[in-house]
């Protein structure tokens, strides 16, 4: 049976063409400074929005239009399964990721749960063999429930802190079965609401417990993904511990996880958190933590969440530059953690966002390189800091000078000239690799 009956394998076509279901700029096969369009990207898709999302907001019901439900849960989470890899196939994406309630009933007791994954997972493995398609990671929901409407590892309840630990250990398990290449940890509850009954302190010990257990059981199975933590600074908590990248990782440093945990980063949680998804990348690269990224977008009018598709090329080009200056992604990628608009709600849409989403990111990848290959912000960065590479600069890198003699050589050089920035000129000029 297909899901989509009336659509094809989406193909590139080239910016010219009218064909709704057709790239028009991501080109897989394409060769960007050496490396195949599709090797730089590592395209994923998310399970939950395009699987489970009903288009319901907190004013309205659910309007998305669904074929795959069924007269029980578990068969629907079956006929999701078949949903999922047609989507998969048509959009070429290679890989995938997924809450573990994503994708199978939670039922009666946390045995029933594990059951019902074992049986879907058992699934999602076949599909997988057939179409090649790879779990870029997996993750277990670990704040829907109301169990953890105190947080999970941060909680104040030790039997739901097991139940937390019970949900990682069955998700490596899984990512162990499906060959998963990451494993991501999103506190969605990990936060506090008042200090008035709260120890911070005590809190994120317990959190930093549970992922060292989390290191010890992945290298007692013979499985260690890349282990990523993933920031956002609110909604639902109102002081979240992972309120950023920088935040989140003097955590990891605090706790001596680097050697195992790096960030899985999300556009639209960097504008939450007042910055740019550059920004976040940027911090993450400089502690040499960039793991994942989430591709979305946020709206600057709305102060949630909103997972739009992302079509700001500006915005992709940035980030992706800040990839490659990285050298790369890998074995993390560009997972859409993306949800239609409730006015997309027919079947065919959750393609067409996709499309979207794959074509900004393509445009933004061949801006990036190009700015790269350019030497465009290199340039710009050596002259604003030219003043460090003779004389007294210089010296104050090689930590030659001490503040005796800088103040020595202040008084006899207190006539300072600055440079103007032109950074409107500079804007103006990146627009240009937009285009």
């Not at 890998?330 to 079947?347: L, Q, T």
Request: aromatic share 12%.
């Amino acid at each position: 049976m297909s899901y989509f009956p009336n659509v094809e394998k989406i193909q590139y076509e080239g910016p010219t063409t009218e064909n709704m279901f057709a790239f028009r700029h991501y080109n897989p096969e394409e060769l960007v400074m050496g490396k195949k369009m599709k090797d730089h990207l590592r395209f994923a898709i998310a399970y939950w929005h395009t699987m489970t999302q009903d288009g319901s907001d907190p004013f309205g019901n659910p309007v998305n239009q669904r074929t795959w439900f069924a007269d029980t849960p578990m068969q629907t989470a079956k006929n999701r399964v078949e949903a999922f890899f047609e989507i998969c196939e048509k959009l070429g994406a290679e890989y995938f990721c997924f809450h573990d309630i994503d994708i199978a009933p939670e039922g009666e007791t946390l045995e029933e749960f594990f059951a019902n994954i074992d049986e879907i997972t058992d699934l999602i493995k076949e599909k997988m063999d057939q179409t090649g398609i790879k779990l870029l990671w997996n993750t277990a929901n670990m704040f829907s429930n109301p169990r953890y409407i105190n947080g999970a590892a941060s909680t104040n309840n030790a039997d739901v802190y097991a139940y937390a630990a019970a949900q990682v250990k069955k998700g490596l398990d899984i990512s162990k079965k499906l060959g998963g290449e990451n494993y991501v940890f999103w506190g969605g509850r990990e936060g506090y609401e008042t200090l008035l009954n709260t120890d911070m302190k005590f809190e994120q010990d317990n959190i930093a417990r549970l992922f060292k257990m989390a290191i010890a059981y992945g290298e007692k199975i013979g499985h260690k993904p890349q282990f990523l933590l993933e920031p956002k600074p609110k909604e639902p908590s109102k002081h979240q511990y992972d309120f950023d990248a920088a935040t989140t990782m003097a955590f990891i440093q605090h706790y001596g996880l680097e050697g195992d945990f790096k960030l899985n980063l999300e556009a639209n949680h960097a504008t939450l958190a007042g910055h740019t998804f550059e920004h976040e990348i940027a911090v993450a690269r400089s502690y040499n933590a960039l793991g994942s990224l989430d591709a979305n977008q946020g709206d600057v009018l709305l102060g949630w969440d909103t997972d739009e598709f992302p079509t700001s090329i500006f915005d992709t080009t940035l980030a992706l530059y800040e990839v490659l200056e990285n050298g790369g992604i890998a074995p993390g990628g560009i997972n859409f953690d993306s949800k239609v608009r409730r006015s997309s709600f027919e079947m065919e849409d959750l393609l067409l966002a996709h499309i979207a989403g794959m074509d900004t990111y393509a445009r933004g990848l061949k801006a990036a390189a190009k700015l790269k290959e350019d030497r465009f912000f290199d340039e710009l960065k050596e002259e604003r800091y030219a003043s460090f590479k003779e004389g007294i600069g210089a010296k104050i890198i090689k930590d030659e000078e001490d503040l005796e003699s800088l103040t020595e050589y202040a008084l006899g050089h207190d006539h300072i000239e600055l440079k103007s920035s032109h950074i409107e000129y500079v804007k103006s000029r990146l627009n240009d690799y937009l285009v």
